[in-house]
């Protein structure tokens, strides 16, 4: 039989199994939350998250957008980050929350959870490497 005519059977899928994985990444979204515009309130939040996952806080930078924007920030970590983007007027918050090492991100959501009071939360997770 011709090989360009030979059907070679079925195959099987290639997974990718990563040799290194340095850590895991969690993207969350907060909807109906308080507390939005408490540059404050925030900063500790970020701070009891980190605390709650076992990380090391480097810096904490906030900016706020004048008197009824949001505010963007990051908790730099020495295991990664902690990032925040609220939009006060619609009540959202999304979430980037990073970590390496034997700290658990995880441990973040439900702390940040008490602090905004969110109405609903999607939560995704993705292991980087």
């Known amino acids: 039989m011709d090989d360009a005519k030979r059907d070679p059977g079925p195959t099987t899928p290639t997974v990718a199994v990563p040799a290194f994985a340095p850590g895991?990444?969690?993207?969350?979204?907060?909807?109906?939350?308080?507390?939005?515009?408490?540059?404050e309130g925030i900063e500790r939040a970020l701070r009891k998250a980190a605390d709650a996952c076992g990380a090391t806080v480097l810096a904490v930078t906030l900016h706020g957008f004048g008197d009824t924007g949001g505010i963007t920030?990051?908790?730099?970590?020495?295991?990664?980050?902690?990032?925040?983007?609220?939009?006060?007027?619609?009540?959202?918050?999304?979430l980037d929350i990073f970590m390496c090492g034997r700290c658990d991100p995880r441990r973040a959501v439900p702390v940040l959870?008490?602090?905004?009071?969110?109405?609903?939360?999607?939560?995704?997770?993705?292991?980087?490497?």
């Open 24 to 39: 895991l990444h969690l993207l969350a979204d907060f909807w109906d939350c308080r507390g939005l515009r408490d540059a």
């Open 73 to 94: 920030g990051v908790a730099l970590l020495a295991e990664s980050h902690i990032s925040i983007h609220t939009w006060p007027e619609t009540g959202y918050a999304a």
């Open 113 to 129: 959870e008490t602090h905004f009071a969110p109405g609903r939360v999607t939560v995704s997770e993705h292991r980087r490497g």
